[in-house]
Structure formats: structure tokens, C-alpha cells
């Protein structure tokens, strides 16, 4: 099945700071999205991006298929930005499920 | 977006007893959807995909006797955790969509069996 890897697997800044995130993929996809995982488990959906460029206030994404990477961008850092994020996939094949990536544990210092 | 409510959000039984998780895609029909399995610090980990009106398909190493997967209609999943042990103690969480979207996730339910 695909192949999902995110990097750096923990990231620790300091409020204010810029940081991205940045997942791999092995395989062609049917879609891309990011997640933040707040500490109560919810997952936030924080971009559905296949492909292209989007940007949501401090955080925007990029993804290249045909390169098969996908970067979260997250600018002037805020505490409340903590928590895990993770990248998922759906391959074209594989029955359209979705295979996430093992995430970035994100810290951000006040 | 869309609404994927999961309930109960946190549950405690006893060993050997049976637990009923439930899903429900709120604003849309969902004809696919997915149960997922956490263990703390660790990503979500596919256990089986479910289709309506049909049998769920589980990964493998996931016992199907033991998690029961029911899809009864386009807005509604179970899962079903069976003779629970402590081992199955665990965060899971569910998703839904409509094909080619993207999808949407329950608010997951942390099962505790003492």
C-alpha cells in the first residue's frame, strides 16, 4: 500500500517563529489533507489539497504530485498552535482509503 | 464543512464485555466510512472500511470477530468492540465521505476496559 512519511517527527519553537512541515508519499494520490490533532484526540481538518497551493490565515500548503510531496507552512507561530499534525492520503488505489503519515508533534514555547 | 458526530466520546467497561461505538454523518450521506485506531503518541492506524449495505473490510491483523462492523445506512456506522480485554483499551475514531473528497472525522471515543 502507500507509502505516507512526514518529517520532522517533533519541532519545538519559539512563539513567533516560522516553521514546515513536510510529507512524502510514495505513490500517486487521490487526494491530500492535514490535520491538526488537538489534545483532546479531535482531528481539525486544516486543508484538503491534492494538489495546488492554499492558504487559511497563518497556515497555508502546497502540494506537488507529480513530485509526490506536500508541505504546512505555519507562520508567527502562536502557543495554541501545539499539538499533533498529521498528513493523510488516499491513494488511486487501494480502495479509497485514507493512510495517514506518523505526524509532527509540534511544541511552540510562549 | 461536514459533520461526523461519534459517540460516546469516552467509555469505561469491564473486562469481558461488549461496547457499541457509533458514527453518524450529520449533513451528508457518506458512502464510505472508516474506523481508526490510537494508541497514545502514535498516528491512526487503519482498521477497517465500511460500505453500506455491505461487509466491512478489515485490514489485516484486525480481528474481524472481535471488532464488529455494521453499516445499516448511508449516515450511520457502528463498531463494535467484543468480550473487551484491557488491551483493547484505545482511542478510536471514525471518518466518512462521499468518494472522491475529502474526509471527515468523529470526535473519537477513548474506550477503557478495567
Known amino acids: 500500500g502507500i507509502q505516507v512519511e512526514q518529517s520532522p517527527p517533533d519541532l519545538i519553537l519559539q512563539e513567533g517563529a516560522n516553521s514546515t512541515l513536510r510529507c512524502n508519499f510514495s505513490?500517486?494520490?487521490?487526494?491530500l489533507q492535514w490535520f491538526h490533532q488537538n489534545p483532546w484526540g479531535q482531528l481539525i481538518n486544516l486543508f484538503y489539497i491534492p494538489s495546488g497551493t492554499k492558504q487559511n490565515g497563518r497556515l497555508s500548503a502546497t502540494t506537488v504530485a507529480t513530485e509526490r510531496y506536500s508541505l504546512l507552512y505555519i507562520s508567527s507561530s502562536q502557543t495554541t498552535d501545539s499539538g499533533v499534525y498529521f498528513c493523510?492520503?488516499?491513494?488511486?488505489?487501494?480502495?479509497?482509503?485514507?493512510?495517514f503519515g506518523a505526524g509532527t508533534r509540534l511544541f511552540v514555547k510562549a | 464543512g461536514a459533520v461526523v458526530s461519534q459517540h460516546p466520546s469516552w467509555v469505561i467497561c469491564k473486562s469481558g464485555t461488549s461496547v457499541k461505538i457509533e458514527c453518524r454523518s450529520l449533513?451528508?450521506?457518506?458512502?464510505?466510512m472508516f474506523w481508526y485506531r490510537q494508541f497514545p503518541k502514535q498516528s491512526l492506524m487503519l482498521m477497517a472500511t465500511?460500505?453500506?449495505?455491505?461487509?466491512?473490510?478489515?485490514e489485516q491483523g484486525v480481528e474481524k470477530d472481535k471488532f464488529l462492523i455494521n453499516h445499516a445506512s448511508l449516515t450511520l456506522s457502528t463498531l463494535t468492540v467484543t468480550s473487551a480485554h484491557p488491551e483493547d483499551s484505545s482511542f478510536y475514531i471514525c471518518s466518512a465521505s462521499s468518494r472522491v473528497s475529502e474526509a471527515f472525522f468523529g470526535q473519537g471515543t477513548r474506550l477503557t476496559v478495567v
Open positions: 505513490d500517486s494520490v487521490n487526494n
Open positions: 449533513d451528508f450521506q457518506a458512502t464510505t
Open positions: 465500511s460500505n453500506e449495505g455491505s461487509k466491512a473490510t478489515y
Open positions: 493523510a492520503v488516499e491513494g488511486i488505489t487501494g480502495g479509497f482509503k485514507t493512510i
